[in-house]
Structures are given as C-alpha cells and as structure tokens.
C-alpha cells in the first residue's frame, strides 16, 4: 500500500507539473480610466514581441458579461457604458488566449458614476462652459444644459432629466460666498441674473444629476470685467487722443501762421525763395545779364579806323521772355540798322561806314 501511494501521488504530480508548463501567462495592470463618459481599460502583457489574443468580459452590477476580443493592450468602453446604466457599477475582466488554452482572468478595479456607491474608482463629468454677461438686473450667468451638451445623457434612458446647480459668488473678498441653488428641466440653456455691485464680479459653479448620484466638477473661478476700470481707461483713451489732436492743430497753426509772416516779410527767407513768395506770377526768376552791342575801332594799313558793329548776342534765360517783349525788340533793332545804313559823306576826320 504505501508504494501503491507514493506511485499514484508521484503521477499526479507530473499532471500536475505538466498543466503548469502549459498555462498561458496572464495579463498584468488591469486598470480602467474616465474622462466625462470616455472610458477605456488598459493592461499590459510580458510575452513580447508577439502577444496573444484577449478576451474583455464587460461586468455590470447586474453580473451581466459582455465578451469582446482584441490583440491590443487597451479597448475603448464608452458605447458600452451608454448602453448600461449610469448609475450601476462596472469592471473589466481580461484574459490572454493562445490558441485554444486561455489564461486565468484578472479583473480591473470596479468603476462608478454613482458617487452613492462603493467603488474603487468614481467618475465624475465636466461642468458645460459658463458665461458671464451684462444684463439690467445684474450679471448673467448662463451656460448650455447638461442634457443636451453631453450626447450620453441625451440618449440615455435616465427618467429624472433634472440639473440641480449651486453658485458661488466672490466680490469684495476672496472668499466664495455662501452658493445659491437652482435647478433647470427642460431648457436647452440654462442660467440666472445675479445682483452685482461695484467691482469685478466672480462666479463659480458645480451640479448633479439623478438627486446628486452623478456629480460635476467644480468649475474654475469666473469673472467680469471691472466695469469702472474699464470706464478708468477709456477715459484715459480719450485724453491721449485728445492732447494729440491739440498738438497736430497747434502744428498746423503754426506752419499757417510763418507761411503769412513770409510772404509778408520775405526778408526773413533766402532770395530765391523770397522772390518766389512774393511774386508768384513773375515767370522769369532767374536771368543771366545780356550782352550789349559794342564798337570796336579797328585801324587798317591806310590809317583808316574802321567800326565794326558786334552781333547782339544774348544768353537764354532761364525762363522764356514774353512774346509781346521779344517782339518789341526786333523791331528797334531795325530801326537802328535803318540809321546805321545812312552814312555821312566821307571826310578827314572821319570813319567809313563798313557795309555788313
């Protein structure tokens, strides 16, 4: 008996020995992360470079599996969480298959919106974007209603489609004030006038849903404009341009007022410039000087001393003469060559009259 008993204790250990050495490795860090609905579960697996399949077994609180399969380290589960209920609790069972031997599961930790229950990881969703405005009764605040900017919520099968919300206001001091509550049904926008004073006007704000099982997170501090600052500078703005334009009059006054004093005083400006100002209509600004008709005796072998008359010649002038004056001027040159042709008779003493 105690061979026979060691013989079959023996066998049952290399059975045993031989099933270890056929197990498939298991994944390892199962984890489950949430950003708003975005859910995804991660893991990682030591069998590198070629890992093998896995199977997901999707677990809700009712202990209904849902069976994915994928070769990657990670898996999207936001269609499945809007398919369940937002309020139950969730986790993920992962295992690595090598052809048709399957590893033992490891489960995830177990996830939640449901801030009421027991989980180790509860999820919680982003406030909408809040905007602050104006308005004759105070401060407007007003943002879009969860309902219908998270497109989970719009087509989930939630029965109490209430947003309760809480306001927190800071004005004079740095501390938020104690919050008020409200709540919004069925608008697409949702929001409050609240009253405001002097200053900046600060906000803040945080709700739920499902009497407080599904939470939002705080929003960051908001605030206005200092209506009076602002004023501050835009009349800060006006005297700038207000000094400004005075200067460019005052400039313009002043160059009016020398153009005046120059012409009526060209003294004070060079010639040229004087000349210019003074006649505007003269065409004739600068002329060089004319040379004039000149006699030079010239004595010959006979002791004769003829004249010889010198061709007028005149240098351009800067600017053309008038035509009425350049007219005039031939003419009395032809009349002193009318004079020039009578010459007195010959004599001692006298000088011949040359003919040109």
Not at 15 to 30: A, G, H, Q
Not at 147 to 161: G, P, V, W
Not at 171 to 199: W, Y
Not at 321 to 343: K, P, S, T, V
Request: with cysteine; glycine share 2%; charged share 20%.
């Amino acid at each position: 008996m105690p061979v026979l008993a060691t013989s079959v204790f023996i066998l049952i250990l290399m059975i045993k020995v031989e099933d270890v050495s056929t197990l498939v490795l298991p994944p390892e860090n199962v984890t489950v992360s949430c950003h708003n609905f975005q859910t995804r579960a991660y893991w990682n697996y030591s069998k590198h470079p070629l890992p093998p399949n896995f199977i997901l077994h999707f677990v809700t609180e009712s202990e209904n599996k849902t069976v994915i399969e994928t070769t990657e380290l990670h898996y999207d589960l936001t269609h499945l969480m809007r398919a369940s209920s937002f309020s139950s609790r969730y986790s993920v069972e992962v295992r690595a298959v090598e052809g048709a031997e399957t590893s033992r599961h490891v489960s995830s930790p177990i996830i939640t919106f449901n801030i009421l229950k027991m989980a180790d990881v509860k999820c919680t969703l982003d406030f909408p974007p809040v905007q602050l405005s104006p308005d004759d009764m105070g401060i407007a605040v007003s943002f879009r209603n969860p309902f219908y900017y998270y497109k989970e919520l719009a087509e989930s099968n939630l029965f109490d489609r209430v947003f309760h919300y809480k306001v927190f206001t800071e004005n004079t001091s740095d501390m938020m004030s104690s919050p008020t509550t409200h709540k919004c049904t069925m608008e697409s926008t949702c929001g409050v006038v609240l009253p405001s004073s002097r200053g900046p006007y600060c906000v803040q704000l945080n709700g739920s849903i499902m009497d407080g099982r599904i939470q939002f997170n705080k929003t960051a501090i908001i605030c206005t404009q200092d209506h009076h600052a602002h004023e501050s500078y835009l009349f800060i703005l006006l005297g700038v341009l207000l000094a400004v334009f005075i200067i460019v009059s005052l400039v313009i006054i002043v160059m009016v007022y020398q153009v005046k004093a120059w012409k009526t005083n060209p003294s004070i400006l060079p010639k040229t410039l004087a000349s210019l100002i003074a006649n505007p209509n003269e065409r004739r600004i600068m002329q060089f000087p004319e040379e004039r008709v000149e006699h030079i005796a010239i004595e010959d072998d006979q002791s004769q001393t003829e004249e010889v008359e010198m061709i007028e010649v005149e240098r351009p002038c800067c600017i053309a003469e008038d035509q009425n004056a350049q007219f005039g001027r031939l003419l009395e040159e032809d009349e002193e060559e009318d004079e020039e042709d009578e010459c007195p008779p010959s004599g001692y003493g006298h000088a011949h009259c040359l003919d040109m």
